[in-house]
């Protein structure tokens, strides 16, 4: 199995743009670092203090943005590296998430969090490997 | 000009999938009705009563999903005909909106609306026609 690093997810900052009546809110260019090729995307609602967890991919590259809300993401990687990241509507940023790297998530809003992941490839289950909660040695800490 | 009618915006219902901590909602795969290409994607949040009209574009195919939120849309083609729809997160569809066609969009919702944009071509402001919200003598009905 390839080694991949939890260093080698990308954060890219995105921008808003204010407009009367609602900003707009860049996601992903094609001619963007991260961008590899679009093959899907979709939206993962979580919830306030729930977590999704854990999930890697073999082959997808997943992009992914919170327009709205606040998510704690956690990163593992084959060394067992680990690696923290809160963002949301007050950081707002892309991560570029490769093969290979486990993670999972929570929500730290009040509210419902959206995560929109634009994927290079359509869902396919066998290139997914889930693990439970508690299998790895994680503690969720409060960042917000 | 090419004529092109009301009746060519496609509307296709989307799924979302009941999750523990939070459903997945579909968006746009490649291999969906309404995909061209890819280009970039956006959001663009609408207020409450808040309206942005009008607009169309040259070339750019949009294709636009409301994961939260209420958004009523109208549509007008070259022939002065007129469309509305009326979407988000209870009817939760995909809105594919090909060249040629002046829409604008108004929130309905108590919180901000938002519209995601998944275009077939980065954006690329000399194919963008806009008008003022005045010019078309279409009245805002209150549908929700």
Redesign the interface.
Known sequence: MRNVSVNSVLITPLKKIE?????????????DNGFKD??????????RD???AWKRHLQMTLNLVV??GYVQFAFIDNNGNIREELVGQDRYVRLTIPPLIWFGFK?LYKY???V?N?ADM?HNDSEVERRELKSFNFLWRKLR
């Open positions: 407009v009367i009546g609602g900003d707009i809110m860049h996601g992903l260019k094609k001619t679009f093959g899907e995307i979709y939206f993962s609602i979580i919830k729930s977590i999704k327009p709205v929500g419902d969090s959206i929109m634009v359509v």
